[in-house]
């Protein structure tokens, strides 16, 4: 997992091919001005996601975890509280890996929690399992699938 600014995410642009062309992306447009749906970026290798979602309290967010797709998550309009645990970490109440998906859940408890805030990104890998849309209230958020 790594948390920065979205300006910061730079930094980061050679671990994966998909990362620039997401930045890109991010750089691009007024993310406070983008309508819920899909915005294609490079296919299905890269893509965009603005939704928005109503928060969930601390104790209904499951961690969740992907395998084909690295996630950056991006808060527009609130700031948004992540629960994470190394998913090595995690055995309780696995579901089902759904392959169409790309997304499985875990009923352990997070190890840690962080707070996002919008102009900030997280980025999280195959091997964090995460508990987004923690908070009260609504929240519309950026979330960019990059194909591994």
């Not at 642009?13 to 007024?30: I, T, Y």
């Not at 109503?54 to 509280?81: F, G």
């Not at 859940?105 to 805030?117: Q, S, W």
């Amino acid at each position: 997992m790594i948390i920065d600014s979205i300006l910061g995410l730079e930094r980061y642009r050679r671990m994966n091919e998909g990362f620039e062309k997401a930045f890109k992306f991010l750089r691009s447009c007024d993310i406070t001005k983008l309508e819920t749906g899909r915005y294609e970026i490079d296919g299905d290798n890269v893509y965009a996601l603005v939704s928005e979602n109503d928060m969930k309290n601390i104790e209904d967010a499951k961690l969740e975890v992907h395998d084909s797709y690295i996630d950056i998550q991006t808060p527009v309009s609130a700031s948004e509280t992540f629960g994470w645990k190394d998913r090595s970490f995690c055995n309780t109440g696995e579901s089902k890996y759904d392959d169409e998906k790309d997304i499985a859940f875990f009923d352990d408890e997070p190890e840690v929690y962080c707070v996002v805030n919008p102009l900030q990104a997280v980025i999280f890998f195959p091997n964090d399992a995460h508990a987004p849309l923690i908070g009260n209230g609504k929240i519309k958020k950026i979330v960019i699938k990059i194909k591994i």
